[in-house]
Structure formats: C-alpha cells, structure tokens
C-alpha cells in the first residue's frame, strides 16, 4: 500500500505522534483530515491544524471518505472508522508504516539505520550500541533519554517521545543541527518502520 499525491488521507489518533504524521503528509498528499481519538488537544491545537490546511475534528468521519486510513497499532479495532474501514476494504495503515514511507523523503543513502523495539531495555540496548559504534563511527541515537550525538557527547534535543512520528522530529533536529552520521540508532515503541538495516525486538 503505497501513498499517493492524489490520496485522500486520515490520520487517527493526534496524541501520539499523529499531528506530525499528518503535517508531513499534507505536503505529498492531496487531502489530509486528522482525528483528535481521545480529545486531548485544545482548540488552538485544532486551529493551527486548520490553518495549514489539515481538517480536523473530534469525532469520527465517514471512512469511505477516504483512500487511506493512518491508525496507531494500539487503537481499539472497535473504533467506528476502523470498523467501517474493515467491512468497505478501505486501506488501513499503522502510523509505523506511514512514517516508513514518510522516511523516504529524508535520502537515508550511506546511513546504517537501526531500530530498536520491545517491551524492556529498549533504551538500555540503544545506549550500549551507541557507545560500541560510536567507537568508529558517527552515531546519532534517539532514544527516551534524549537525541544525542555521540561525537561530541552532547543532547541535541529533549523530550521526544518514541512513538514511530518522533523518528521524523528527529531527523529533522538532525538536519538542523547540520550534523552527518552514519549510523541512526532509534528507540520506537511498538515495532519498526520496516525502513531499518537491522531490526532488534528486546524482552
């Protein structure tokens, strides 16, 4: 399932991570509309959605509206558009498969991308790595302690999350801070963007 400049996009689920899914589609896709699942986001949230052009709302829409539906892994099936997406086949898409996708636009060619999952010891997994790799390579890792260039020993950035969208956040710090690893090392909750040379579940 690919996404298309002609798609008309939802994106489910604005609290973890959705709201960056939905910016960053909204310059490839034709349309994109973005639910507020659990209504945690104030008005002027919403407002600034709007006004990049993204429709919002904090109720559920038609899902055959729509050519593709974006749903974070965890999201209850009994969600009304998810189950109106089943019983129409209208595509439903994981938030980690968006971002897959989304990843494209960032050129990862020369860069070694590792994605670490599980329930346990992510952070401490992505850490070590780190600190091995960083001994001959230039390694950046984000993780829940922070984006960190392993370098210069420095946090480039705090207080991301590791939701599959943070990985986008990320690169973008990276960019801005005009730094140029060769190995990417991201902590993701859930599961993998299926963009990784190597994928590694802890327990």
Request: charged residues 25%.
């Amino acid at each position: 399932m690919q996404l298309k400049s002609s798609s008309k996009v939802c994106v489910l689920d604005l609290t973890h991570g959705g709201i960056v899914i939905a910016r960053k589609l909204k310059k490839i896709v034709s349309s994109v509309s973005a639910i507020d699942v659990y209504k945690t986001l104030d008005t002027g949230e919403l407002g600034a959605l709007e006004d990049e052009g993204i429709n919002t709302s904090q109720d559920t829409l038609k899902a055959t509206d729509f050519d593709i539906i974006i749903a974070p892994v965890h999201l209850d099936l009994k969600y009304p558009m998810l189950v109106e997406a089943a019983e129409n086949s209208v595509p439903v898409m994981s938030h980690h498969e968006a971002v897959g996708q989304l990843l494209e636009e960032y050129d990862p060619t020369g860069k070694t991308i590792i994605e670490i999952t599980g329930t346990k010891a992510k952070t401490s997994t992505s850490t070590l790595l780190a600190e091995i790799l960083s001994r001959e390579k230039k390694v950046v890792s984000h993780t829940s302690r922070g984006l960190e260039d392993w370098g210069t020993r420095t946090i480039i950035k705090k207080g991301l999350s590791i939701t599959p969208a943070s990985v986008l956040v990320a690169l973008d710090a990276i960019r801005e801070a005009g730094i140029e690893p060769e190995v990417l090392i991201f902590e993701i909750s859930l599961g993998g963007t299926g963009c990784a040379d190597f994928g590694i579940i802890t327990t």
